[in-house]
Structure formats: structure tokens, C-alpha cells
């Protein structure tokens, strides 16, 4: 059964342009919330294959978006490399024991014995595979390399980013070799994603603003790329999407083989399309907050279609759905999206 999401990922013709949210599967809704309770804390969540797939499916049910994204987290990447992970109440993701020097990278697992630890991830696409419906696509995840590289680096979630972009300036072949070992991974990790049944696969660079424009290909994107035409040359039957957050002084420098670019909120979409809407399909751009108001959802809705039309083009939010988002404020959204695109 063909599944307008997939199409869509390939600039083919669709009844109406698809929608999906990042997070859409999380704290906005109640019943995730009463799973999330039912496994003890988030890590007993992502490791559960069958409380997972439940969550994951959430919004496909009660929203009506047209792609779920696996309900997984960036984070297990580094766990299964070896690095202890701690989710903190209140302060986000802890690593104890960041890395600092070359004695710590070495200390950690590479390559297929750091992905093929993740069965979890894999045994709860394979469940959704069986329990989504047919015409909805599954979206797989990874967090690029140099946001991994970050939380392994700084060990916890930071707003200078001061220890990694030191590592930059002072002592990038270490920095290289750690973005070495976690691309090895990642590649291996999409792979078994996609065998397990992933039908495409999101690259988030969730902290691409924080690297300086001129040094961004260097540290960051060229690794993206490295990832995803591994994907296209071995799977060219599987979009992927490739998401950096905050670098519209990048578009005119973005190259690569992958289908489809995520535009972040901060981005004018018309820039987007302006620099790359002839070379990929755009995903994005609604300013999350917007949720907030159904009118204001609406007058963005209708203004992100006003400059995509109903071509080359996915909507999606510039970045996460915030927790405390009204459940009937993300239907409107979504019927808002599917109402506008209509052909």
C-alpha cells in the first residue's frame, strides 16, 4: 500500500501535503504520560519494545498525523557505546563520566558491537511494523554526530557549549576521532533501523547553531552526509531527512545525497525554498509556540502553504512540541495542514 508520507519524501504528487510533529509522541499527551508512569522513569520506557511501540502509535490514533516517529531517545547511542546515562528529574540527561581525553574515547564500544546492542530499538520497530496501519509510514531517528558529541563531551545538556567548542579550537583531532567513532555507529544503527522496518530516517542536529558557519562542514555536516549516502547507496528506496537547527546562514553551502531537508522555526521558509526547494523537499516550519492559539496555528498554517503550495513540501513544526501544549490544539493543527493542502 502506498503511504503518502513516503511519496511526499520523494516530491511525488499527494492527495494533501502530509503532517507530523517532532515529539509527537510525549508529555502533551495524557495517555503517553500513563505509560510513561506504568514503566518507572523515560529509560525503562525506551528500553520496553511493547511500551514503546503503544506510545509511539499515540499520536497516529489521537492526533491523526501521518508518520509516526519511533519513540526512542539520541542518547542510547552514547549508553551503548558504554557511557553510564542518567535521566535527572527536573535537569535532563546526565552523563557522569564525560569524555576528556583519548584514554576515555578508547575506553568506549565501536562500531557493530555498540549498534547491535540496541536490540530494543530494533524489536520495537518490528512491533510497529506489525500494529501500525499500513498506509502510515514509520520514521526512524538518530541524533547527528555532533550533537551526540556534545552530551558525550559536556555531559549534560549545556547553553555555551563551552568544553566541546574548546575541543574545537585547541584539540579538533580528538574531536575528530570521538565524530569518527559515533558516525561508525550511527551507520550501522540506521541500517539495522531500516532492516528492522523503518520505512524513512530523520537526522537531528539538534545543536548545529552552536558551531560557527565557517567550521560547520567540517565538524558537523560533512558527517551527516557521510551517514546518509551511506543509507542512499545500500537503501535508495528509503527517504532520508536531514534536520539542523538554527543554520539558515548555511543553505547556500548544503549538498548531499538525502531527500529531504527539515526547516527549523527561525528559518524563513520562502529562504528555504529560495535556496534549496529545487534540490530537496522541505519539512517544516511552524514556530512550535504558535500551538498555543488555534487562530495563530491557522495564519501559519495558511502562510507556510501560501509559499510551499501543495508541492515538494511536508509540515511539520520548526522543532518539538512543548509539553503543556492543549491535546485539541495539535488536532486543529493537523486537520489545519491537511484542510489548506487539499487538492
Known amino acids: 500500500m502506498s503511504k503518502i508520507f513516503v511519496d511526499a519524501c520523494f516530491g511525488k504528487d499527494t492527495p494533501y501535503t502530509p503532517v507530523w510533529m517532532m515529539r509527537q509522541a510525549g508529555r502533551y499527551l495524557p495517555e503517553y504520560m500513563a505509560v510513561r508512569k506504568e514503566a518507572g522513569n523515560f529509560l525503562n520506557l525506551c528500553h520496553n519494545p511493547e511500551k514503546a511501540c503503544e506510545v509511539t502509535i499515540q499520536p497516529i490514533d489521537i492526533v491523526g498525523v501521518d508518520a509516526a516517529i519511533l519513540f526512542s531517545d539520541i542518547l542510547v547511542i552514547p549508553n551503548e557505546m558504554g557511557m553510564e546515562l542518567k535521566f535527572v528529574t527536573g535537569e535532563g540527561p546526565l552523563f ?98 531500516i532492516k528492522a522496518g523503518a520505512d524513512v530516517v530523520q537526522i537531528f542536529d ?40 538554527g543554520i539558515p546562514a548555511f543553505l547556500d553551502k548544503v549538498y548531499g545525497n538525502f531527500d529531504v531537508f527539515g526547516v527549523d522555526w527561525g528559518t524563513p521558509m520562502a529562504l528555504a525554498k529560495e535556496k534549496l526547494g529545487d534540490k530537496y523537499v522541505l519539512q517544516g516550519n511552524m514556530e512550535p509556540c504558535r500551538l498555543y492559539s ?50
Open 96 to 193: 557522569p563520566s564525560p569524555i576528556k581525553d583519548e584514554a576515555d574515547l578508547d575506553a568506549l564500544i565501536g562500531g557493530a558491537k555498540a549498534a547491535d546492542k540496541l536490540t530494543y530499538v530494533y524489536d520495537t520497530i518490528k512491533l510497529l511494523k506489525e500494529q501500525l496501519p499500513k498506509d502510515k509510514a514509520l520514521i526512524g531517528f538518530t541524533g547527528a554526530p555532533w550533537t551526540l558529541a556534545t552530551y558525550m563531551i559536556e555531559g549534560e545538556g549545556t547553553k555555551t557549549y563551552n568544553i566541546c567548542k574548546k575541543m574545537i579550537y585547541s584539540n579538533p583531532d580528538l574531536l575528530h576521532k570521538i565524530l569518527r567513532k559515533v558516525t561508525d555507529v550511527v551507520k550501522l544503527y540506521m541500517e539495522n533501523q
Open 206 to 245: 539538534s545543536w548545529a547553531a552552536a558551531i560557527e558557519p565557517g567550521l560547520y562542514d567540517e565538524f558537523s555536516w560533512k558527517y551527516m552526509v557521510e551517514i546518509a549516502e551511506y543509507i542512499k547507496e545500500k537503501y535508495p528506496h528509503i527517504p532520508v531527512i536531514m534536520f539542523p537547527k
Open 294 to 343: 488555534k487562530e495563530e496555528t491557522t495564519k501559519c498554517v495558511e502562510a507556510i502553504q501560501e509559499v510551499m503550495g501543495s508541492k515538494r513540501h511536508i509540515f511539520n513544526l520548526g522543532h518539538g512540541i512543548l509539553p503543556d501544549v492543549p491535546v485539541e490544539h495539535a488536532k486543529h493543527f493537523v486537520s489545519e495542514c491537511q484542510r489548506v493542502s487539499k487538492n
